[in-house]
C-alpha cells in the first residue's frame, strides 16, 4: 500500500514557475514508478510526466516537454515535477500516481494509488 500527497500548487502568471511536491508513504515506495496527471473542468484526466522506479527514465507529454522536468528523490520518499514556462492551458487539478511495478505507465488504468491532487492555476 502507499499513500500519496501532493503539495505545491497556486496560482501563478504565464511564464512563471512551480514545483510540485509529492510525498510517498508505504514500503514500497523504492519499487513504484510514479507519475503526475492533470485534469482541467469537463476534461478527461490527461498524463503529464512518469518516471522510472529508479529515476534513470523519464518521460513526458508533448504538450510539456522541454517545460515541466520530473524527478524523484527516494530518500524522502518524494516525487516532484518542476513546471517552467507555464501557460494558461496548464490549469488543471494536478495529481501523483504510484504504479508498483519498475517502469514507466502513461495512462491512468496503469496506476494503482493516487493522491488527492493539488490545483495549479495560470493566469493570463
Known amino acids: 500500500q502507499v499513500q500519496l500527497v501532493e503539495s505545491g500548487g497556486g496560482l501563478v502568471p504565464a511564464g512563471g514557475s512551480l514545483r510540485l511536491a509529492c510525498a510517498a508513504s508505504?514500503?514500497?515506495?523504492?519499487?513504484?514508478?510514479m507519475g503526475w496527471f492533470r485534469q482541467a473542468p469537463g476534461k478527461e484526466r490527461e498524463f503529464v510526466a512518469a518516471?522510472?522506479?529508479?529515476?534513470?527514465?523519464?518521460t513526458y507529454a508533448d504538450s510539456v516537454k522541454g517545460r515541466f522536468i520530473i524527478s524523484r528523490d527516494k530518500a524522502k520518499n518524494t516525487v516532484y515535477l518542476q513546471m517552467n514556462s507555464l501557460k494558461p492551458e496548464d490549469t488543471a487539478v494536478y495529481y501523483c500516481?504510484?504504479?508498483?511495478?519498475?517502469?514507466?505507465?502513461?495512462?491512468?488504468?496503469?496506476?494503482?494509488?493516487w493522491g488527492q491532487g493539488t490545483q495549479v492555476t495560470v493566469s493570463s
Open positions: 500516481a504510484a504504479r508498483p511495478v519498475l517502469g514507466i505507465g502513461t495512462i491512468p488504468k496503469e496506476y494503482d494509488y
Open positions: 508505504g514500503r514500497t515506495f523504492g519499487s513504484n514508478a
Open positions: 518516471i522510472n522506479w529508479s529515476g534513470s527514465i523519464t
